[in-house]
Every structure is written in structure tokens, then in C-alpha cells.
């Protein structure tokens, strides 16, 4: 028998609108799925709009999931390379559920080879798509956050300054890196306005369309999506001013608030769980 997964305390987002980009498949989606479940209107952002056989799922499936179980949803197509398209899905956003407090910078590319093997295309790609889109929604997003005294906050989905993460990934590593530096640089900046920016990363591979085209580890080795959604509401749940300006390991964001038995996220039960180490990346030298 499975064992359940454990349920994280619950953030109190009625009347917040939170915009998700990433939002149509994998940790994304569930992620929006999850803070519409708390009361949060949410925006689900993405490419696509239809899904193929590669990419399943859509803007608007995930929207419709939201609907059905009674929650408020945007389905808004963005290419977050594009910074006039950034900006229209901030301003749409706006526009529908009237303001924005919460921005989850999760939309993604993943190219896991050494400087040798990255052409420029590939270099481009996961420095667009991950730092610069990431820069952009932030950098549109700002204007609208905390506004009235409410408070707000940033969640890049990006990994501790650690640079032993380099070797063999160095390209994408120097991307994901630079959406925690900007994290932590967007806490110190947005601390008086009572926004906190913090990033958010799974100890170990997660189920996702990204880990099974990539073919990083088996099933047996990856957790359910939502071990990160829990750790990211568990954070939500907190004052602000204690998990702002941080890199957090869900792990670790579940230990604090008491959650340490995680085999119920094992998406097979009994499963190893591949944590996302430098020696333990499939293909690391």
C-alpha cells in the first residue's frame, strides 16, 4: 500500500492572484493547482496551447482542471523569450483578476552538456528561458506587487549557490544560477515593500515532462511534482520575512515546518529517490 503523502500547513490565499509561468505540464502546473486550491486566482501561463505528444498538456487544460474544482483561472500563451509577450501576460493578468501578488518564475529548459557539446542555439535557449525570462517577468511584475500594503512575493524555481554544480552542465548551470542571484538581489531590493523573493528546488528528480524526455533516472527514482507545490505553500504559509532572501531546498522547507517522512511523494512506492547532486546527475563526469 502507498504511503500518503504528508499535508503541508496551508497558506490563506483568498483574494491573491498569483501568476505561474510553466504552467501547462510538470511541476508548473501543479504548482497552479495547488495555489487555486489555497483561494489564490491564477494565471497559468505557457507556449502551448495544444498538447503533442512530447509536450502534453496545455494552457488550457490546466486552467479547466482549476475551474472544475472551483477555482479561478487565466489561461495566458506566452513565449517568456519574447519580452513584449512577458509584458502583455503580466498586463493581462492585471487586467482580468485586477492586481498580481505572487510571480513563480518556473518555465524552464534543460540542457545538460559540457561547454564543448553546447552550441550557441542551446546556450541562447536555457540562458533566455531561464535567467532572462525570469528577469523579465520580475522586472514588469514589480510595479503591481505589494501593492496597498499587501505584501507580495517572487519564487524563482532554482537551485543553491552551489558551484559544484558546473562541471558537465556548465551553460544551464550559469542560467539557473542567475535566477537564484536574482532572487536573492530582488529580496534586498523589494525587502521595504514587504515583497519577499526567495528560490525553490527539489533535492531530487522529480517526475516531470522534462525528466522523462531527458530520460534522468526511471520512475522508481523520482517524486511526485508535489513535493515541491508543498514545500512552496509550506513557505507561503510563513511570514515573509522568514523565508525571503533564501535558495531553499524543499526538503528542507518541509522539515521546517515538520514534514520529514517524504515516501508518500515517491512516485513509485518503495522507490530511491535520485537526488540532484553533482555526482548523481545522470551523465555527470
Not at 525571503?244 to 518503495?270: H, K, M, N
Request: proline fraction near 8%; glycine fraction near 10%; hydrophobic fraction near 45%.
Amino acid at each position: 500500500m502507498a504511503t500518503p503523502a504528508p499535508e503541508p500547513p496551508r497558506p490563506d490565499l483568498r483574494g491573491r492572484v498569483a501568476l505561474v509561468t510553466g504552467a501547462s505540464r510538470g511541476i508548473g502546473k501543479v504548482i497552479a493547482r495547488a495555489l487555486a486550491a489555497c483561494g489564490a486566482a491564477v494565471a497559468v501561463a505557457a507556449k502551448s496551447e495544444r498538447p503533442r505528444e512530447r509536450l502534453p498538456g496545455s494552457i488550457h487544460q490546466t486552467a479547466a482542471e482549476i475551474e472544475a474544482a472551483g477555482g479561478r483561472a487565466l489561461a495566458v500563451r506566452c513565449d517568456v523569450r519574447r519580452a513584449e509577450e512577458v509584458a502583455a501576460m503580466v498586463a493581462r493578468t492585471v487586467d482580468h483578476f485586477g492586481g498580481l501578488d505572487l510571480l513563480v518564475n518556473n518555465a524552464g529548459a534543460l540542457w545538460w552538456r559540457p561547454v564543448a557539446e553546447t552550441p550557441p542555439k542551446r546556450f541562447d535557449l536555457v540562458m533566455g528561458v531561464n535567467v532572462r525570462a525570469t528577469h523579465l517577468a520580475a522586472h514588469f511584475a514589480i510595479p503591481h506587487l505589494g501593492a496597498g500594503g499587501r505584501g507580495g512575493w517572487i519564487v524563482n524555481l532554482s537551485p543553491p549557490l552551489d558551484l559544484d554544480l558546473l562541471p558537465g552542465k556548465t551553460g544551464y548551470a550559469i542560467s539557473k544560477l542567475g535566477m537564484t542571484l536574482l532572487a536573492l538581489g530582488l529580496a534586498a531590493e523589494l525587502r521595504e515593500r514587504d515583497v519577499a523573493a526567495f528560490a525553490l528546488w527539489p533535492a531530487t528528480v522529480v517526475e516531470s515532462q522534462a525528466a522523462i524526455n531527458h530520460q534522468l533516472g526511471t520512475p522508481d527514482q523520482w517524486r511526485k511534482a508535489e513535493v515541491v507545490s508543498d514545500a512552496l505553500l509550506a513557505l507561503l504559509a510563513r511570514p515573509r520575512a522568514e523565508v525571503t532572501g533564501r535558495a531553499w531546498i524543499d526538503e528542507d522547507a518541509l522539515a521546517a515546518a515538520g514534514i520529514t517522512d517524504l515516501s508518500g511523494y515517491s512516485l513509485v512506492p518503495g522507490g530511491e529517490p535520485l537526488r540532484i547532486r553533482p555526482e548523481d546527475w545522470p551523465g555527470s563526469p
